[in-house]
């Protein structure tokens, strides 16, 4: 699927006037050589580009800081929890599908940034050995197909996809991982076949769900509605993961604004999740966990029974760790997922830093971990 769009820092300066300084221009260009840069045409109009520090700007425009390396290119895992190529299989219940390396615009604090928008071999190769894997493992509940994003692959892949996988009979819903509705939702709402394929197959006995991306509340225009309700209307229930991501929505007002506006256009907030500590992204975007998890509670005194349903979530190598509450210099911390599933649920502590930002930056209280 072809995206209108922006590829080269110099189509960004013919296009919207603006002019970047020779050296600045130098570095950028050493950052997108490393990840690529791709801009929607449709999101990059939503930028104000006379202001330096718009947040739309930040999540998809590249930036000096990207040139810091510290952190790690696979914060959770994904390496030791793949099956075959483009399978992973962490948490027992589901299957995790890497169809494609592409996107519909590149967010430049992408926790695969190891891989989006560059050659890989980690992406799935043979999906017909992938689907065996499943049916081999009936514990697994439901199929998460991720990349990249699988909505910019053609329409009869995705179709073949969920023809191939609504087979398998312990599969009780199948989940798609996508931010086009937030960068090219006019993908959605403007082909119908994509939207009968959906109607197909997402029924009562089993949903597809779409689990989408919104950072701020500017995303959410009159398109990015028009998207969800197609969604919606085909039977597709859409909830939202969005990064808690410095000078983006790094404010009460900010995250309790873009929950708000999710709630109006149907999304449920699902997760906020803690930024990774991601190679070019873990100093550019990494809000500490005690400021995050102040601006997460003042946000929620801000909204409403519906709108604060989402959780505020570390995914790490471990699992899925909810960030609970603070107390003193103490940080609780509860599984709300593991790789272990035997620690699911399970409530434990840590000693809080400042500028922790991560379950690794946490000294345990005592020198083994103690699980209540």
């Known amino acids: 699927m072809k995206i209108p769009g922006f590829s080269r820092i110099e189509e960004i300066e ?4 603006i002019s970047i300084p020779k050296e600045e221009k130098k570095k950028l260009k050493r950052v997108v050589e490393k990840h690529p840069m791709f801009i929607p045409d449709y999101y990059a109009n939503l930028i104000n580009w006379e202001d330096p520090k718009d947040p739309i700007k930040n999540i998809i425009f590249p930036s000096l800081d990207e040139l810091n390396v510290s952190g790690s290119y696979d914060t959770s895992g994904e390496k030791e929890n793949t099956v075959l190529t483009g399978l992973q299989h962490k948490y027992r219940e589901t299957a995790l599908l890497l169809v494609t390396n592409r996107c519909a615009g590149y967010c430049r604090h992408c926790f695969r940034k190891r891989l989006v928008g560059i050659p890989t071999d980690e992406t799935l190769k043979l999906f017909d050995a992938a689907l065996e894997y499943i049916k ?14 699988p909505l910019v692959l053609p329409t009869d892949v995705i179709e073949y996809f969920l023809g191939e996988l609504s087979k398998v009979p312990h599969l009780k819903f199948i989940r798609f991982g996508s931010r086009v509705p937030v960068f090219y939702p006019m993908r959605i709402y403007e082909d119908e076949k994509l939207l009968d394929v959906f109607s197909k197959y997402s029924k009562p006995e089993r949903r597809v769900y779409l689990v989408t991306h919104f950072n701020h509340p500017r995303e959410v225009t009159r398109e990015a509605r028009k998207a ?12 939202n993961q969005t990064v808690l991501l410095k000078n983006v929505n ?17 999304v449920i907030p699902y997760y906020v999740f803690q930024c990774r500590p991601v190679k070019r992204v873990k100093s550019h975007f990494q809000v500490p966990l005690k400021k995050g998890y102040e601006i997460v509670e003042k946000a929620k005194q801000m909204l409403d029974g519906h709108a604060k349903r989402f959780k505020y979530i570390m995914s790490h190598k471990t699992g899925k760790i909810e960030i609970v509450g603070i107390i003193g210099n103490e940080i609780y911390l509860k599984y709300h997922q593991c790789k272990n599933p035997k620690k699911v649920g399970k ?26």
Do not use: C, Q, Y
Not at 254 to 266: N, Q, V
């Open 250 to 266: 790094d404010s009460p007002e900010t995250l309790a604004g873009l929950m708000k506006e999710l709630t109006s256009a149907g």
């Open 228 to 239: 969800v309700d197609s969604l919606i209307r085909s039977g597709v229930p859409v909830s």
């Open 14 to 17: 013919s296009k919207f006037n």
């Open 136 to 149: 081999g493992h009936p514990e697994i509940t439901n199929v998460l197909i991720s990349g990249g994003d």
């Open 347 to 372: 409530l434990f502590k840590r000693i809080l830093t400042p500028n922790a930002g991560w379950l690794d930056d946490l000294k345990p209280v005592n020198r083994e971990e103690v699980f209540v």
